[in-house]
């Protein structure tokens, strides 16, 4: 998959690739090119930003060589999806990362000063946030959706279950995970796990998932998939009875 980033800062994106990322990078499973609007500049300063029409303090990123920079891009690979990083945006999810990673190629727009001028949405595709609050630059933004794309390609992350299971993967929050040793400082990993029952470590998990969701984040128990059985535990959670794996 290829990812193209426009952003005066480059460096900031390369740093980066470290780790799984760049493991996936050296396997060519995934391509990343920074490209910095400042090329596509024609005075001596290579000037991308200047004063807001209107008046008001701070600098706004002109919108020319935005558009050269995309137009660049789109003539190289006429099939990549433009994205914005704003955020004014939809908030980023699991669901976006899916659907993003079944692409062939993302183009992301790295915003920088207090702003960018608002001519450039008519070139893209999308305008997507991380969250409601506001970063010094979109390359951070970036940085938190190309790591959640990635990591859903084939091949990327090692073993494909643990995405499968994980957070959010079916609507629901992560089981408590546990390794050695039984106990630490009087806190035991629950007895249910060291029983090499696999059926009651199933459904202790499924239960485990369930409450924690229920009692951190009710919110998404409304878009969740859930089974018969999940219904049966979340009464029981609800209930307080616990336990009834
Ligand atoms: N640029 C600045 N803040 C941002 C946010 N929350 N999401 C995406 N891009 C941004």
Known sequence: MRFWVITIFPEIVYASMISVLRKAIDRGLIDVKA???????????????????GGGSGMVMKVEPIVSAINYVKERDPETRVILLTPRGKVFNQNIAKEYSKLPSLTFICGRYEGIDDRV???????????????????????????????????VVGDADSIAEESFSDGLLEYPQYTRPDYFMGYGVPEVLRSGNHERIRRWRRFMRLKITFERRPDLLKNAKLTEEDRLFLEAVIRGRGYVY
């Open 35 to 53: 490209i910095n609007p400042r090329d596509f500049t024609h005075d001596r300063h290579r000037t991308v930003d200047d004063e807001p029409y």
């Open 121 to 155: 949405s008519y070139f893209v595709d999308d305008e997507v946030s991380i969250g409601d609050f506001v970063l010094s630059g979109g390359e951070y933004a970036f940085l938190v959706i190309f790591d959640a794309v990635a990591r859903l390609i084939p091949g």
